[in-house]
């Protein structure tokens, strides 16, 4: 029997990090240097949103939080360990994000996957900087096991609804090479957005029909019928 893929699906130090998230959220504007950390993360993502990865710079995080320059230094080494924990924060956000879209379909059906890609791009355009930062970062720190970890329990995400669309709860090599399809795709659909470059060729896109067309076409001899 396919298992539905809910938000009860998240692991345990996920279900925390959105509780966490919730509840920062409904206090956002009222720091307080009790919790300096979140504090720092968050001033930290609105850089990483404004500038970019490569203009952020620990002394305007502190700033922007109103705390010292030697604040950050109670709780992160270095500029990197702090950018690290805005990508794992974004990584997170965007792997229950793909949870929550795809709960309102069943699986095996071209709707989740669909709904994955949707998603992604969007993920890519509200959060660009943070978009940039996560496989900019990631890619500079392969060594990390918290990205990989995270990096790779998306894919399997993905893997696991192409395996579900064939009918089966076992992931095979096929699956596998057609969720990269799927990822590849989505990847640079959303790069190309957010650089811009769709708005300077002569071409009328519509992102939710084409990630449909792409769903069917990747996926056209493994979706079960109704």
């Not at 990483?48 to 305007?60: C, T």
């Not at 939080?65 to 794992?88: D, I, R, W």
């Not at 399997?156 to 192409?162: C, D």
Request: glycine share 6%.
């Amino acid at each position: 029997m396919l298992e539905t893929l809910t938000l009860t699906s998240l692991t345990r130090s996920e279900r925390q990090w959105i509780m966490k998230t919730d509840h920062k959220s409904a206090k956002r504007g009222s720091y307080h240097h009790g919790d300096l950390r979140t504090q720092l993360i968050e001033a930290a993502r609105v850089l990483v949103e404004e500038k970019g990865p490569e203009q952020f710079s620990v002394s305007e995080a502190c700033r922007l939080a109103g705390v010292s320059t030697a604040a950050p230094y109670k709780h992160f080494k270095n500029k990197e360990e702090m950018l690290q924990e805005v990508c794992l924060q974004g990584m997170h956000r965007q792997r229950a994000q793909m949870i929550e879209e795809v709960s309102p379909h069943a699986p095996g059906t071209l709707d989740r996957i669909v709904a994955l890609g949707r998603v992604y791009v969007r993920f890519a355009q509200e959060e660009p900087g943070v978009f940039r930062l996560m496989f900019g970062f990631a890619n500079e720190n392969d060594d990390d096991e918290a990205l990989t970890e995270l990096g790779q329990g998306t894919f399997k995400l993905v893997q696991q609804e192409v395996a579900w669309c064939r009918g089966s709860d076992e992931i095979n090599d096929q699956d596998i090479q057609r969720a990269f399809l799927l990822w590849s795709f989505v990847h640079g659909l959303s790069f190309l957005r957010i650089d811009g470059k769709l708005s300077r060729v002569d071409l009328s896109i519509d992102v939710e029909s084409t990630l449909t067309e792409i769903a069917r076409r990747v996926l056209s001899d493994a979706v079960t019928p109704p």
